[in-house]
């Protein structure tokens, strides 16, 4: 609960706190989750499990905007990739694989929105039923490497693909990298141009 007589800046961001308290909490600790803040970890062996609720950059003292980002992030994939290692805590954008629960609820993106003059109680509800619907199971049944895989091809990143392919010792590694040359910048294709010749890969 808020008070009215806080400083107005200060409700819109306690009603999310409450709400998030009561429709993601409980769920994100049963299943092992670790909170910090706003973001939630679990790591499975090499997998790190993230759910982050993201307030928007434009809330207003009277309003204020959410939505929950969700994230894997595979130390062998992530060092395979090239990427910098993450220090002791990983955060969403560390993650290799990221994903919205906007894109679960088959929208391109969903935000939530609380204010003084809108019936919150409903955005409670519809936040328990996409988190508990969409949001937990993907991130509880996601975290293999031939998932990633999977996920990079459905999701055009080749070059996700073509890392997950080595690791998984198949044969398409060749021609995910040609794909990912294709359509690369500059930068991007000489990075990528260097990890393949760094594999023996012919591209």
Known sequence: MY?????????????????????????????????????WRKQVEDVVKIVNVQ?????????????????IYHELF???????????SVNEPDCDVRERIGRLMGKVDYWWTVAHNKDNH?????????????ALPWIEGFGSLP?????????????GAAVAALLLKRDNVEELTRKTLATANSH??????????KHGLDV
Do not use: C
């Not at 409700?11 to 989750?33: C, F």
């Not at 991007?188 to 010749?197: K, L």
């Open 3 to 39: 008070n009215a007589n806080q400083p107005a800046e200060f409700i819109a961001k306690d009603v999310i706190k409450a709400i998030i308290a009561e429709t993601i909490t409980p769920d994100l600790k049963a299943a092992g989750y670790r909170k910090q803040a706003f973001t």
């Open 55 to 71: 307030l928007s950059r434009w809330n207003q003292s009277h309003e204020s905007a959410f939505t929950i980002n969700l994230g």
């Open 78 to 88: 992530h060092a395979e990739r090239g990427m910098s290692p993450i220090g002791k």
């Open 122 to 134: 409903k955005v409670k509800e519809g936040v328990r039923y996409n988190f508990v619907n969409h």
């Open 147 to 159: 998932e990633m895989y999977d996920w990079f091809i459905q999701n055009g990143d080749w070059f």
């Open 188 to 197: 991007f294709a000489s990075n990528v141009r260097r990890w393949a010749n």
